[in-house]
């Protein structure tokens, strides 16, 4: 199985602490979407398997007309092999679904009969004087009304919460994440504010106007997540993501799982067993290439070492772990013998441990599991 996942790189406003490519002018929409729809046509022959997973992420794909969104899924299925009530996701911001266009036209229903049945909210947090500083486009009233509106049409709606914001003291997160069980949604999906260089936030902790992100707190917010969520039936099937059984996403599963899935629009990543490619961030210049009937990617083949690397990586981060067995069948065994030996220092301290030969995180390694698989990549 395969999937496919459409880059849709408009944003009505830069948020301060973004790096994922974007435009802010949105005129050049409707051009966009047939060059999107263009680069499906031209690469239907990358995907033999049927694909399974379709997933709009940005950007605001939420900014697209119902009828842009249903030119690109009709494309999937013109020039694909799609499998029965496919997982189809859309990444939605707050405002644009309680906007008076939304109101007016019944967008929920438009969305589902296009096909999507399943939403990603970017609320973010509830409050806004998170909001603000992270310079949404929505505000706290809108984060509440639009999920009121779209647990009346969708049952599969996740939300995305951001922990260690500077300012956001552990009872203003308690009460985000109370905020969201309150509303009984099946998955929420948690990130740490991480501050990338290039952005607005970035430069505001630089001159002082923003203090620095709080590791420590931010860490300590993580564990009140995972306590909360826990406790009422979400499973931490992956660090940034809890769901309720039945509820798991689907599309970003098959990433975690090395499935092969193929990504369309600028900057989207594709990743075939052997090779990740990559498309070019810059949008006139993929618009041009993709009208000359050019593929404006790069393309990296994977060693036998990348690959093992980026399985343990995805591995740690998982509730299915890193099995000792596929890294002796698919890397042999001087990738087993590798792990197990950088591994002892980690099982020893408690931050991971083995069952039924499954090498895995304990709660307390969770937060630093990205660490630790670096420190267990294989360097030839």
Known sequence: MSGIYIHIPFCKQACHYCDFHFSTQLEKKEVMVNAIGKELV?????????????????????????????????????????????????????????????????????????????????????????????????????AEKCIQEATKHFDNITIDLIYGIPGMDNERWKRNIQKALDFGLPHISSYALTVE?????????????????????????????????????????????????????????????GKHYLGVGPSAHSFDGKHRSWNIRNNP??????????????????????????????GLRTVWGVDLDKIASDFGPNYLDYLNQQSKKYMESHLLFLEEGKLLVTKQGKFLADGIASDLFFVD
């Open 42 to 142: 031209m690469r239907k022959s990358e995907v033999e398997d049927e694909v399974e997973t379709i997933y709009f992420g940005g950007g605001t794909p939420s900014v697209l007309s119902i009828e842009e969104i249903q030119q690109l899924i009709q494309s999937v299925y013109d020039n694909y092999k799609v499998i029965d009530h496919p997982e189809i996701t859309l990444e939605a911001n707050p405002d644009d679904l309680v906007s008076s266009r939304a109101q007016s036209k019944d967008l929920f229903l438009d969305y589902k009969k296009s096909g999507i049945n399943r939403l990603s909210i970017g609320i973010q947090s509830f409050f806004d004087e998170d909001l603000k500083l992270m310079n949404r486009a929505h505000n706290a009233g809108e």
């Open 197 to 257: 260089p290039r952005t607005a936030l970035k430069k505001f902790i630089k001159k002082g106007v923003v203090p620095d992100v709080d590791d420590e707190q931010a860490q300590e917010q993580f564990h009140i997540l995972v306590e909360m969520l826990e406790a009422q039936g979400f499973v931490n099937y992956e660090i940034s993501n809890f769901g309720k059984p039945g509820f798991f996403s689907k599309n970003n599963t098959a990433y975690w799982q």
């Open 285 to 314: 210049t993929y618009i041009k290439k993709i009208s000359e009937g050019v593929l404006p990617m790069e393309i990296e083949t994977l060693s036998k070492t990348d690959r093992y690397n980026e399985y343990v990586m995805t």
